[in-house]
Protein backbone atom coordinates (compact mmCIF):
# COMPACT_ATOMS: atom_id res chain seq x y z
CA UNK A 1 0.00 0.00 0.00
CA UNK A 2 1.29 3.45 -1.11
CA UNK A 3 1.98 5.83 2.01
CA UNK A 4 0.00 8.98 1.08
CA UNK A 5 1.54 11.88 3.21
CA UNK A 6 -0.62 14.52 4.73
CA UNK A 7 -0.33 18.15 6.59
CA UNK A 8 -1.95 19.55 9.80
CA UNK A 9 -4.81 21.10 8.28
CA UNK A 10 -6.11 17.51 6.17
CA UNK A 11 -5.09 15.99 9.59
CA UNK A 12 -7.87 18.42 11.20
CA UNK A 13 -10.38 17.90 8.65
CA UNK A 14 -10.19 14.39 8.92
CA UNK A 15 -10.41 13.98 12.69
CA UNK A 16 -13.24 17.05 12.71
CA UNK A 17 -15.58 14.62 9.85
CA UNK A 18 -15.46 11.40 12.55
CA UNK A 19 -16.39 13.92 15.77
CA UNK A 20 -12.58 13.93 17.46
CA UNK A 21 -10.42 16.52 17.92
CA UNK A 22 -6.84 14.78 18.27
CA UNK A 23 -6.05 11.02 17.34
CA UNK A 24 -6.35 10.27 21.00
CA UNK A 25 -9.56 10.14 20.21
CA UNK A 26 -9.26 7.19 18.08
CA UNK A 27 -8.37 4.77 21.04
CA UNK A 28 -11.10 6.44 23.85
CA UNK A 29 -12.63 2.59 23.68
CA UNK A 30 -9.18 1.54 25.19
CA UNK A 31 -9.23 1.49 29.05
CA UNK A 32 -7.05 4.13 30.49
CA UNK A 33 -5.21 1.72 32.56
CA UNK A 34 -3.90 -0.71 29.98
CA UNK A 35 -2.63 2.42 27.11
CA UNK A 36 0.73 3.51 27.22
CA UNK A 37 1.58 6.66 28.97
CA UNK A 38 5.29 7.21 28.20
CA UNK A 39 6.89 7.66 24.69
CA UNK A 40 8.04 5.15 23.07
CA UNK A 41 11.85 4.51 23.34
CA UNK A 42 13.10 5.15 20.23
CA UNK A 43 15.97 6.31 18.19
CA UNK A 44 16.44 9.66 16.62
CA UNK A 45 14.81 9.68 12.90
CA UNK A 46 17.60 9.39 10.16
CA UNK A 47 17.79 10.67 6.85
CA UNK A 48 17.14 8.46 4.25
CA UNK A 49 21.24 8.61 3.39
CA UNK A 50 21.99 8.04 6.90
CA UNK A 51 19.83 4.73 6.86
CA UNK A 52 20.66 3.15 3.96
CA UNK A 53 24.24 3.22 5.23
CA UNK A 54 22.97 1.90 8.78
CA UNK A 55 21.34 -1.16 6.96
CA UNK A 56 23.90 -1.88 4.57
CA UNK A 57 26.56 -1.96 7.84
CA UNK A 58 23.80 -4.57 9.49
CA UNK A 59 23.65 -6.53 6.83
CA UNK A 60 27.02 -7.26 5.79
CA UNK A 61 26.98 -9.39 9.29
CA UNK A 62 25.27 -11.78 7.44
CA UNK A 63 27.06 -14.83 6.21
CA UNK A 64 26.28 -14.85 2.47
CA UNK A 65 27.00 -18.18 1.18
CA UNK A 66 28.30 -18.86 -2.40
CA UNK A 67 26.57 -22.15 -2.87
CA UNK A 68 24.12 -24.53 -0.39
CA UNK A 69 23.66 -27.69 0.30
CA UNK A 70 21.05 -27.28 2.71
CA UNK A 71 17.18 -28.10 1.06
CA UNK A 72 14.39 -30.09 3.61
CA UNK A 73 11.46 -28.31 2.52
CA UNK A 74 12.98 -25.28 1.03
CA UNK A 75 15.54 -25.19 -2.01
CA UNK A 76 17.46 -23.33 -3.90
CA UNK A 77 16.49 -23.16 -7.57
CA UNK A 78 16.64 -20.52 -10.19
CA UNK A 79 14.04 -17.94 -10.30
CA UNK A 80 13.97 -16.22 -14.28
CA UNK A 81 13.64 -12.44 -14.09
CA UNK A 82 10.65 -12.23 -15.44
CA UNK A 83 9.05 -13.49 -12.01
CA UNK A 84 9.88 -10.62 -10.41
CA UNK A 85 9.00 -8.29 -12.74
CA UNK A 86 5.18 -9.19 -13.13
CA UNK A 87 4.32 -9.76 -9.53
CA UNK A 88 5.60 -6.13 -8.86
CA UNK A 89 3.07 -4.99 -11.19
CA UNK A 90 0.83 -2.87 -8.82
CA UNK A 91 -2.02 -4.39 -9.86
CA UNK A 92 -0.93 -7.78 -8.39
CA UNK A 93 1.10 -6.68 -5.45
CA UNK A 94 -1.26 -6.11 -3.10
CA UNK A 95 -3.25 -8.97 -3.97
CA UNK A 96 -5.85 -10.18 -1.79
CA UNK A 97 -8.95 -12.38 -2.53
CA UNK A 98 -11.23 -11.12 -5.41
CA UNK A 99 -14.57 -10.96 -3.92
CA UNK A 100 -15.59 -8.39 -6.97
CA UNK A 101 -15.39 -10.59 -9.55
CA UNK A 102 -16.44 -7.88 -12.47
CA UNK A 103 -13.21 -6.10 -11.17
CA UNK A 104 -10.45 -8.81 -10.54
CA UNK A 105 -10.54 -10.23 -13.93
CA UNK A 106 -6.84 -10.80 -14.01
CA UNK A 107 -5.60 -11.68 -10.66
CA UNK A 108 -9.12 -14.31 -11.27
CA UNK A 109 -7.55 -15.68 -14.55
CA UNK A 110 -4.20 -15.84 -12.78
CA UNK A 111 -5.08 -17.98 -10.32
CA UNK A 112 -7.01 -20.12 -12.12
CA UNK A 113 -4.27 -20.74 -14.84
CA UNK A 114 -2.16 -21.96 -11.79
CA UNK A 115 -4.64 -24.13 -10.50
CA UNK A 116 -5.00 -25.59 -14.35
CA UNK A 117 -0.62 -25.87 -14.25
CA UNK A 118 -1.23 -27.79 -10.51
CA UNK A 119 -3.93 -29.98 -11.78
CA UNK A 120 -1.56 -30.78 -15.06
CA UNK A 121 1.52 -31.52 -12.80
CA UNK A 122 -0.52 -33.93 -9.83
CA UNK A 123 -2.71 -35.63 -12.13
CA UNK A 124 -5.46 -34.37 -10.31
CA UNK A 125 -9.16 -33.27 -10.79
CA UNK A 126 -9.42 -30.09 -9.21
CA UNK A 127 -6.74 -27.71 -7.09
CA UNK A 128 -7.77 -24.76 -4.89
CA UNK A 129 -5.85 -20.82 -5.25
CA UNK A 130 -3.52 -22.47 -2.65
CA UNK A 131 -3.32 -22.15 1.08
CA UNK A 132 -0.30 -20.96 3.56
CA UNK A 133 1.97 -23.83 2.83
CA UNK A 134 2.78 -27.30 2.85
CA UNK A 135 2.65 -28.58 6.19
CA UNK A 136 -0.41 -26.91 6.56
CA UNK A 137 -1.75 -28.65 3.39
CA UNK A 138 -1.10 -31.59 4.80
CA UNK A 139 -2.74 -31.26 7.82
CA UNK A 140 -5.99 -29.84 5.58
CA UNK A 141 -5.64 -33.27 3.84
CA UNK A 142 -5.73 -35.50 6.58
CA UNK A 143 -9.29 -33.43 8.10
CA UNK A 144 -10.56 -34.33 4.25
CA UNK A 145 -10.15 -37.99 5.12
CA UNK A 146 -11.27 -37.85 8.50
CA UNK A 147 -14.45 -35.87 7.07
CA UNK A 148 -14.97 -38.04 4.24
CA UNK A 149 -14.84 -41.29 5.53
CA UNK A 150 -16.25 -40.52 9.24
CA UNK A 151 -12.87 -42.33 10.81
CA UNK A 152 -10.99 -41.55 13.54
CA UNK A 153 -7.43 -42.25 12.65
CA UNK A 154 -5.21 -41.09 10.49
CA UNK A 155 -1.54 -43.11 9.49
CA UNK A 156 2.01 -41.35 8.80
CA UNK A 157 5.21 -42.18 7.81
CA UNK A 158 8.29 -40.82 9.90
CA UNK A 159 9.74 -40.67 6.37
CA UNK A 160 7.45 -37.44 6.21
CA UNK A 161 9.29 -34.09 6.74
CA UNK A 162 9.05 -33.68 10.55
CA UNK A 163 7.56 -30.14 11.05
CA UNK A 164 4.74 -31.50 8.31
CA UNK A 165 3.86 -34.08 11.14
CA UNK A 166 4.19 -31.91 13.81
CA UNK A 167 1.43 -29.71 12.23
CA UNK A 168 -1.14 -32.59 11.18
CA UNK A 169 -0.57 -33.46 15.15
CA UNK A 170 -1.75 -29.82 16.27
CA UNK A 171 -4.46 -30.22 13.92
CA UNK A 172 -5.72 -33.52 14.80
CA UNK A 173 -5.58 -33.24 18.53
CA UNK A 174 -7.86 -29.91 18.16
CA UNK A 175 -10.28 -32.96 16.98
CA UNK A 176 -9.14 -35.34 19.53
CA UNK A 177 -8.51 -37.63 16.80
CA UNK A 178 -5.50 -40.42 16.34
CA UNK A 179 -2.29 -40.23 14.38
CA UNK A 180 -0.17 -43.26 14.08
CA UNK A 181 3.36 -43.14 13.21
CA UNK A 182 4.88 -45.84 10.85
CA UNK A 183 9.04 -46.05 11.30
CA UNK A 184 11.18 -45.57 8.86
CA UNK A 185 12.88 -49.35 6.56
CA UNK A 186 15.62 -50.32 6.06
CA UNK A 187 15.92 -48.55 2.73
CA UNK A 188 14.89 -45.20 3.69
CA UNK A 189 11.33 -45.42 3.06
CA UNK A 190 8.20 -45.93 4.90
CA UNK A 191 8.47 -49.99 5.82
CA UNK A 192 5.39 -50.84 4.17
CA UNK A 193 4.62 -53.99 6.29
CA UNK A 194 3.85 -52.16 9.03
CA UNK A 195 2.28 -49.42 7.84
CA UNK A 196 0.09 -52.87 6.14
CA UNK A 197 -0.47 -53.99 10.18
CA UNK A 198 -1.03 -50.51 11.13
CA UNK A 199 -4.13 -50.19 8.97
CA UNK A 200 -7.51 -50.91 10.51
CA UNK A 201 -11.59 -49.82 10.27
CA UNK A 202 -10.96 -46.64 12.00
CA UNK A 203 -8.13 -45.60 9.44
CA UNK A 204 -9.24 -42.75 7.73
CA UNK A 205 -6.67 -41.47 5.47
CA UNK A 206 -2.49 -42.77 4.69
CA UNK A 207 -0.45 -39.66 4.31
CA UNK A 208 2.90 -39.96 2.64
CA UNK A 209 6.02 -37.61 1.01
CA UNK A 210 7.33 -38.59 -2.12
CA UNK A 211 10.04 -37.94 -2.56
CA UNK A 212 10.30 -38.25 1.29
CA UNK A 213 12.42 -35.93 3.90
CA UNK A 214 15.54 -38.57 3.42
CA UNK A 215 15.40 -38.38 -0.12
CA UNK A 216 14.36 -41.60 -1.15
CA UNK A 217 11.16 -41.64 -3.60
CA UNK A 218 8.19 -43.91 -2.18
CA UNK A 219 6.46 -46.87 -3.78
CA UNK A 220 3.21 -45.05 -3.80
CA UNK A 221 1.23 -47.64 -5.83
CA UNK A 222 1.90 -50.31 -2.59
CA UNK A 223 0.96 -47.67 -0.30
CA UNK A 224 -1.94 -46.85 -2.28
CA UNK A 225 -3.20 -50.87 -2.80
CA UNK A 226 -3.09 -50.30 1.33
CA UNK A 227 -5.51 -47.85 1.34
CA UNK A 228 -7.71 -48.62 -1.01
CA UNK A 229 -8.34 -51.79 -0.20
CA UNK A 230 -9.58 -50.64 3.77
CA UNK A 231 -11.54 -47.94 1.85
CA UNK A 232 -9.48 -44.91 3.10
CA UNK A 233 -8.29 -42.03 1.16
CA UNK A 234 -4.33 -41.66 0.00
CA UNK A 235 -2.19 -38.31 0.25
CA UNK A 236 0.68 -37.93 -1.40
CA UNK A 237 2.93 -34.63 -0.07
CA UNK A 238 5.49 -33.38 -2.20
CA UNK A 239 7.93 -30.76 -0.55
CA UNK A 240 10.06 -29.89 -3.78
CA UNK A 241 7.96 -29.28 -6.64
CA UNK A 242 10.36 -29.25 -9.42
CA UNK A 243 10.02 -33.32 -8.84
CA UNK A 244 6.95 -32.87 -10.94
CA UNK A 245 8.82 -32.72 -14.03
CA UNK A 246 9.98 -36.55 -14.18
CA UNK A 247 8.69 -37.94 -11.41
CA UNK A 248 5.36 -39.85 -12.29
CA UNK A 249 2.30 -37.44 -11.19
CA UNK A 250 0.94 -38.93 -7.58
CA UNK A 251 -2.87 -38.40 -9.41
CA UNK A 252 -1.73 -41.62 -12.04
CA UNK A 253 -0.24 -43.59 -9.40
CA UNK A 254 -3.61 -43.48 -7.30
CA UNK A 255 -3.26 -40.57 -4.57
CA UNK A 256 -6.47 -39.05 -3.69
CA UNK A 257 -5.15 -35.91 -2.55
CA UNK A 258 -1.83 -34.22 -3.42
CA UNK A 259 -0.50 -31.71 -0.90
CA UNK A 260 2.65 -29.70 -1.81
CA UNK A 261 5.23 -26.97 -1.55
CA UNK A 262 4.98 -25.06 -3.95
CA UNK A 263 8.19 -22.50 -3.00
CA UNK A 264 10.23 -24.15 -5.98
CA UNK A 265 7.81 -22.62 -8.45
CA UNK A 266 9.56 -19.30 -8.30
CA UNK A 267 9.57 -18.51 -4.52
CA UNK A 268 12.68 -17.61 -3.21
CA UNK A 269 14.00 -19.04 0.64
CA UNK A 270 14.12 -15.70 1.80
CA UNK A 271 15.23 -17.02 5.59
CA UNK A 272 12.02 -19.80 5.31
CA UNK A 273 9.11 -17.81 4.24
CA UNK A 274 6.62 -16.85 2.23
CA UNK A 275 5.68 -20.29 1.32
CA UNK A 276 2.71 -21.51 -0.72
CA UNK A 277 0.50 -24.64 -0.21
CA UNK A 278 -0.91 -26.30 -2.87
CA UNK A 279 -3.73 -28.48 -2.14
CA UNK A 280 -5.21 -31.07 -4.87
CA UNK A 281 -7.67 -33.50 -5.16
CA UNK A 282 -9.55 -36.12 -7.07
CA UNK A 283 -13.74 -35.11 -8.34
CA UNK A 284 -15.09 -36.57 -5.47
CA UNK A 285 -13.24 -34.55 -3.09
CA UNK A 286 -13.43 -31.18 -4.42
CA UNK A 287 -16.67 -30.16 -1.66
CA UNK A 288 -14.56 -30.49 0.87
CA UNK A 289 -11.49 -28.79 -0.57
CA UNK A 290 -10.35 -25.66 1.63
CA UNK A 291 -9.97 -22.11 0.80
CA UNK A 292 -10.87 -20.36 -2.43
CA UNK A 293 -11.47 -22.02 -6.11
CA UNK A 294 -11.52 -20.30 -9.09
CA UNK A 295 -13.73 -21.21 -11.63
CA UNK A 296 -14.51 -20.39 -15.57
CA UNK A 297 -18.03 -19.37 -17.06
CA UNK A 298 -19.64 -17.37 -19.67
CA UNK A 299 -21.38 -14.44 -19.33
CA UNK A 300 -24.90 -13.32 -20.79
CA UNK A 301 -22.76 -11.61 -23.39
CA UNK A 302 -20.75 -14.91 -24.13
CA UNK A 303 -17.80 -13.51 -22.81
CA UNK A 304 -15.47 -15.95 -20.77
CA UNK A 305 -15.51 -14.47 -17.47
CA UNK A 306 -13.93 -16.03 -14.09
CA UNK A 307 -15.13 -15.89 -10.61
CA UNK A 308 -15.08 -17.87 -7.41
CA UNK A 309 -16.92 -20.43 -7.13
CA UNK A 310 -18.35 -23.38 -4.32
CA UNK A 311 -18.36 -20.65 -1.98
CA UNK A 312 -20.84 -22.39 -0.08
CA UNK A 313 -18.15 -24.48 1.80
CA UNK A 314 -16.38 -21.37 3.05
CA UNK A 315 -16.12 -19.95 6.22
CA UNK A 316 -17.60 -16.46 5.13
CA UNK A 317 -20.57 -18.09 3.92
CA UNK A 318 -21.34 -21.23 6.63
CA UNK A 319 -18.77 -20.59 9.61
CA UNK A 320 -20.29 -24.31 11.11
CA UNK A 321 -20.27 -26.08 8.12
CA UNK A 322 -17.02 -24.87 6.67
CA UNK A 323 -14.40 -27.12 5.51
CA UNK A 324 -11.96 -24.78 6.74
CA UNK A 325 -11.27 -21.61 8.56
CA UNK A 326 -8.89 -20.20 5.72
CA UNK A 327 -10.58 -17.42 4.25
CA UNK A 328 -7.82 -16.08 1.68
CA UNK A 329 -4.77 -17.90 0.03
CA UNK A 330 -1.02 -16.99 -0.79
CA UNK A 331 -2.29 -15.33 -4.23
CA UNK A 332 1.41 -13.49 -4.53
CA UNK A 333 3.25 -16.92 -4.37
CA UNK A 334 0.60 -18.83 -6.41
CA UNK A 335 1.11 -15.87 -8.92
CA UNK A 336 4.93 -16.11 -8.89
CA UNK A 337 4.69 -20.15 -9.48
CA UNK A 338 2.45 -19.14 -12.54
CA UNK A 339 4.44 -17.40 -13.63
CA UNK A 340 7.65 -19.46 -13.45
CA UNK A 341 5.81 -22.73 -15.13
CA UNK A 342 5.20 -20.25 -17.82
CA UNK A 343 8.78 -19.34 -18.11
CA UNK A 344 9.85 -22.47 -17.75
CA UNK A 345 7.09 -24.20 -20.05
CA UNK A 346 6.46 -28.40 -20.59
CA UNK A 347 10.23 -28.89 -21.39
CA UNK A 348 11.38 -26.43 -18.93
CA UNK A 349 10.44 -28.14 -16.06
CA UNK A 350 11.40 -31.93 -17.36
CA UNK A 351 14.64 -30.24 -18.36
CA UNK A 352 15.43 -28.75 -14.56
CA UNK A 353 14.11 -32.12 -13.58
CA UNK A 354 16.67 -34.18 -15.28
CA UNK A 355 19.42 -31.35 -14.24
CA UNK A 356 18.42 -31.64 -10.31
CA UNK A 357 18.26 -35.84 -10.68
CA UNK A 358 21.83 -35.73 -12.87
CA UNK A 359 23.36 -33.71 -10.32
CA UNK A 360 22.26 -35.10 -7.16
CA UNK A 361 23.33 -38.59 -8.66
CA UNK A 362 26.57 -37.65 -9.91
CA UNK A 363 27.50 -36.28 -5.80
CA UNK A 364 25.62 -39.17 -4.30
CA UNK A 365 28.11 -41.97 -6.31
CA UNK A 366 30.94 -39.63 -6.07
CA UNK A 367 30.10 -40.31 -1.96
CA UNK A 368 28.53 -43.75 -2.22
CA UNK A 369 31.03 -44.85 0.70
CA UNK A 370 29.41 -42.26 3.48
CA UNK A 371 25.54 -43.65 1.90
CA UNK A 372 23.39 -44.98 4.81
CA UNK A 373 20.17 -46.34 2.83
CA UNK A 374 20.67 -48.43 -0.09
CA UNK A 375 18.67 -49.54 -2.76
CA UNK A 376 16.90 -46.34 -2.77
CA UNK A 377 16.12 -44.34 -6.12
CA UNK A 378 16.60 -40.58 -5.02
CA UNK A 379 15.92 -37.16 -6.95
CA UNK A 380 17.92 -34.68 -5.30
CA UNK A 381 18.51 -35.41 -1.41
CA UNK A 382 20.16 -38.44 0.35
CA UNK A 383 21.60 -38.68 3.20
CA UNK A 384 25.74 -39.22 3.94
CA UNK A 385 26.87 -40.81 7.52
CA UNK A 386 30.15 -39.13 9.23
CA UNK A 387 32.56 -41.73 11.40
CA UNK A 388 31.91 -39.64 14.35
CA UNK A 389 30.20 -36.30 15.61
CA UNK A 390 33.50 -34.57 15.26
CA UNK A 391 34.10 -35.28 11.98
CA UNK A 392 30.79 -33.89 10.75
CA UNK A 393 31.45 -30.72 12.72
CA UNK A 394 34.87 -30.54 11.56
CA UNK A 395 33.21 -30.59 8.08
CA UNK A 396 30.69 -28.08 8.66
CA UNK A 397 33.12 -25.63 9.70
CA UNK A 398 35.51 -25.92 6.55
CA UNK A 399 32.54 -25.72 4.20
CA UNK A 400 31.31 -22.53 5.61
CA UNK A 401 34.79 -21.38 5.70
CA UNK A 402 34.54 -21.86 1.77
CA UNK A 403 31.77 -20.31 1.78
CA UNK A 404 28.88 -23.44 1.07
CA UNK A 405 26.22 -23.85 3.16
CA UNK A 406 26.31 -27.89 4.79
CA UNK A 407 23.05 -30.13 4.67
CA UNK A 408 20.90 -30.52 7.53
CA UNK A 409 22.16 -32.17 10.90
CA UNK A 410 19.66 -35.00 10.85
CA UNK A 411 19.51 -36.18 14.46
CA UNK A 412 17.54 -33.12 15.68
CA UNK A 413 14.67 -34.29 13.76
CA UNK A 414 15.94 -38.45 13.61
CA UNK A 415 17.88 -39.11 17.20
CA UNK A 416 18.87 -42.83 15.39
CA UNK A 417 20.68 -41.00 12.67
CA UNK A 418 23.65 -39.56 14.24
CA UNK A 419 26.68 -37.87 12.59
CA UNK A 420 23.99 -37.67 9.43
CA UNK A 421 23.90 -34.90 7.23
CA UNK A 422 21.09 -34.71 4.91
CA UNK A 423 22.19 -33.41 1.41
CA UNK A 424 20.25 -31.29 -1.20
CA UNK A 425 22.13 -30.82 -4.89
CA UNK A 426 19.96 -28.78 -7.47
CA UNK A 427 20.61 -27.13 -10.42
CA UNK A 428 21.93 -24.24 -8.55
CA UNK A 429 25.31 -26.12 -7.61
CA UNK A 430 27.69 -26.32 -10.52
CA UNK A 431 30.10 -29.45 -11.09
CA UNK A 432 33.51 -27.47 -9.01
CA UNK A 433 31.00 -27.12 -6.28
CA UNK A 434 29.80 -30.52 -6.05
CA UNK A 435 33.38 -31.31 -6.44
CA UNK A 436 34.66 -28.98 -3.70
CA UNK A 437 31.72 -29.77 -1.05
CA UNK A 438 32.80 -33.77 -1.86
CA UNK A 439 36.50 -33.16 -1.63
CA UNK A 440 36.26 -31.38 1.79
CA UNK A 441 33.67 -34.12 3.20
CA UNK A 442 36.06 -36.50 2.16
CA UNK A 443 39.42 -34.94 3.66
CA UNK A 444 37.04 -34.40 7.14
CA UNK A 445 36.48 -38.07 7.53
CA UNK A 446 39.59 -39.76 7.79
Same mark, same amino acid.
Given at each position: ???????????????????????????????????????????????????? #???????????????????????????????????????? +????????????????????????????????????????????????????????????? *???????????? &????????????? $???? %???????? %???????????????? $??????????????????????????????????????????????????????????????????????????????? *????????????????????????? &?????????????????????????????????????????????? $?? #????????????????????????????????????????????????????????????? +????????????? %??????????????
Amino acid at each position: MDFIPKNIDEERAMLKDIGIVSIKGLFADIPEEIQKKAQLNLPEPLSELQLR #KKITYIARKNRAYKTSFLGAGCYSHYIPAIVSRIISKPEF +CTAYTPYQAEISQGILQAIFEYQTMICDLTGMDASNASVYDGAEALAEAALISLKKTGRSD *IIISKTVHPEYR &QTVRTYLNAKNKN $LVEI %DIGSNGKT %DIEKLKSAVNHNTAGI $LIQSPNFLGAVEDIMEVERAAHKNNSLLTVSVADTSCLGILAPPGKLGADIVTAEGQSFGNPKSFGGSLLGIIAVKQGL *IRHLPGRIVGQAVDREGKKGYMLTL &QAREQHIRREKASCNICSNQALNALAATVYLTALGKNGIINLANLN $LQ #KAHYAYESLKEFKVFSNSLLYNEFVIQFRNKDNMKRAGKELEKNSIEPGLDLEKFYPALKN +CMLICVTEMNSKQ %DIDRFIEIVKKNSS
